[in-house]
């Protein structure tokens, strides 16, 4: 595979001057503290991972390695999750960006994901249910009450069964999954009332099965 792998030191400005003419792909990335991704393959292809430090006019400044690099966003550009536009980007956010190499430190995005929102879960009594804009207040014990949006790709489960937002109804202790907003507000990617019973706020149940059956299977494995 024609790849460089490249430390810190190695990377330097020559590279952006020459308009990232590479002759090999470019490949950095750095621990999950810090955020910071970049990879640029022989096409011209970009992977890059960083803060954003400016949003205007459907273009973001995104601090990475090399420095700050622009990325330019269009109407054909996927936001994720639960973005409609670049304009819903705060400064401040980590943001996974896949695109093309423009000139010097430029990327055209195809894909912008926001992983400074983060899915969550919540429990709580259903309450002001409003089956025309999709929305309601989730009255939770740890979090006070929550608001809860929802659009077409949310899933509703009653007793179950899938069903529609418009048979949720108020007082019914409910389990929402989604993405929590910049205002607190959740964007519901699941619904399901009544709440599973084992179901609890932030508790992800199915990330711990899998994390104690491997704990499991690699303790065993070692006995051998």
Not at 123 to 136: I, P, R
Not at 144 to 162: E, H, L, P, R, W
Not at 181 to 193: E, H, K
Request: net charge neutral; glycine share 8%; proline share 1%.
């Amino acid at each position: 595979m024609n790849t460089l792998i490249l430390k810190k030191v190695a990377i330097t400005a020559g590279i952006v001057a020459s308009g990232l003419g590479l002759t090999g792909a470019l490949a950095y990335a750095q621990g999950a503290v810090n955020q910071m991704n970049l990879s640029i393959n022989n096409s011209g292809n970009v992977q890059l991972t960083g803060q954003v430090t400016a949003n205007a006019n459907s273009t973001l400044s995104v601090s990475s390695w090399l420095g700050t690099w622009t990325v330019n966003t269009s109407s054909s550009t996927n936001f994720s999750p639960n973005i409609g536009s670049a304009s819903e980007i705060n400064v401040g956010d980590t943001v996974s960006v896949s695109g093309t190499a423009g000139t010097g430190m430029v990327v055209n995005a195809n894909k912008v994901k926001d992983l400074s929102l983060k899915t969550r879960a919540f429990v709580g009594t259903t309450s002001n249910v409003n089956a025309t804009a999709g929305t309601f207040t989730l009255d939770t014990e740890h979090q006070g009450d929550v608001n809860v949006k929802t659009d077409s790709a949310t899933q509703v489960f009653i007793n179950g069964i899938t069903s529609v937002f418009a048979n949720l109804t108020n007082g019914i202790k409910t389990m929402v999954k989604g993405t929590v907003n910049a205002n607190g507000s959740i964007q519901a990617d699941v619904i399901r009332a009544p709440a599973p019973q084992n179901d609890d706020e932030n508790d992800d149940n199915d990330s711990k099965r899998w994390f104690h059956l491997n704990i499991f299977k690699k303790l065993h494995l070692n006995n051998k």
